[in-house]
């Protein structure tokens, strides 16, 4: 069941991310049986490392602190909806639950290609019902607005 309380986590390590410069406006959460297992943000600029997304740092932090590859009975909260990248991440791990704020329209208004590569790779119409769930959009968005007044480097 979506708690605001998560996405406000994600929220405010995207904004950790943005002030830090580590990369864009995205933060993540990983919940599981109503605590926080661990959160992330995009660090694809300050570790040079074109895989680390808010969801993959997210999820490489609560694998490591539960000892396990398996993140089943997790839930992932995340301010955009994952890329094709992400999702395969988050499927891998076998995240049970995704809420996202904002879509991948909005990733691309701000300059990603997230839309580009979803297409490229098929789209989502295959994932299970209810697996991902756009929630807070607006906070999320407000997010989004605030790293693109800043002038950090575009990738």
Same mark, same amino acid.
């Not at 997230?114 to 997010?143: S, W």
């Given at each position: 069941?979506?708690?605001?309380?998560?996405?406000?986590?994600?929220?405010?390590?995207?904004?950790?991310?943005?002030?830090?410069?580590?990369?864009? /406006?995205?933060?993540?959460?990983?919940?599981?049986?109503?605590?926080?297992?661990?959160?992330?943000?995009?660090?694809?600029?300050?570790?040079?490392?074109?895989?680390?997304?808010?969801?993959?740092?997210?999820?490489?932090?609560?694998?490591?602190?539960?000892?396990?590859?398996?993140?089943?009975?997790?839930?992932?909260?995340?301010?955009?909806?994952?890329? /094709?990248?992400?999702?395969?991440?988050?499927?891998?791990?076998?995240?049970?639950?995704?809420?996202?704020?904002?879509?991948?329209?909005?990733?691309?208004?701000?300059?990603?290609?997230?839309?580009?590569?979803?297409?490229?790779?098929?789209?989502?119409?295959?994932?299970?019902?209810?697996?991902?769930?756009?929630?807070?959009?607006?906070?999320?968005?407000?997010?989004?607005?605030?790293?693109?007044?800043?002038?950090?480097?575009?990738?």
């Amino acid at each position: 069941m979506y708690k605001k309380e998560y996405m406000d986590l994600a929220v405010k390590e995207a904004r950790e991310g943005i002030l830090s410069r580590d990369g864009g /406006p995205f933060g993540a959460v990983v919940v599981k049986n109503g605590k926080v297992i661990a959160s992330g943000h995009n660090r694809v600029l300050s570790s040079n490392d074109s895989t680390c997304h808010g969801e993959i740092d997210a999820i490489r932090k609560a694998e490591s602190k539960l000892g396990t590859y398996d993140l089943s009975g997790c839930e992932l909260y995340t301010t955009g909806e994952p890329c /094709p990248m992400c999702l395969a991440a988050i499927l891998w791990a076998n995240i049970e639950k995704v809420y996202f704020g904002c879509n991948l329209s909005d990733n691309e208004r701000i300059g990603f290609r997230d839309a580009r590569f979803d297409e490229l790779l098929g789209g989502r119409a295959k994932l299970p019902e209810g697996f991902m769930e756009e929630r807070d959009r607006e906070t999320c968005l407000e997010v989004f607005r605030e790293y693109e007044e800043t002038d950090g480097k575009r990738y």
